[in-house]
């Protein structure tokens, strides 16, 4: 009974030292700050802490880590921003009464941007199911949309 409390002793204190030393250390500071940040859905902010804690550290795996999804995140954004963006423009056309051959070619183009743009996305486990989800609607928009365009 004595060697199984030492035990136990032991590992909370490892574990204790451990923390500590994890909350001291300023790249390590900083990563769970990027990853705060990241999980907040701040992209810009959690990549430029993780690369700062990065910097302090090149061994902080959860500096590397934050950084890397920032970066796929952030791609994930500028997509669904933009396909936004496109989608206005492509709405604005569509409400005129007549739409000229000038504008099919423009909406084709738009949509043929958006598709291979979406091809160039890396999703990961750790991105934001919204964020795909949302990159992934406007996809299939746009497939459907160049779809029509092209009949």
Known sequence: MTNKLLLISLALFFSFLTFIYFLGNPSYEK?????????????KEALVLAKEAFSLDVYNRMA???????????????YVEDAKTYMNQINDIANHEIISDAD?????????????GYIKLAPSVITDNDLVEDA????????????????
């Open 31 to 43: 990563s769970l700050q990027a990853k705060y940040y990241y999980e907040m859905g701040d992209y």
């Open 64 to 78: 590397s880590t934050v950084m890397a999804q920032s970066i796929t995140s952030m791609k994930y954004a500028s």
């Open 104 to 116: 099919k070619a423009k909406i084709r183009i738009i949509c043929q941007i958006m598709i291979s």
């Open 136 to 151: 992934a609607k406007y996809h299939n928009g746009f497939e459907k949309l160049l779809e029509k365009v092209n009949r």
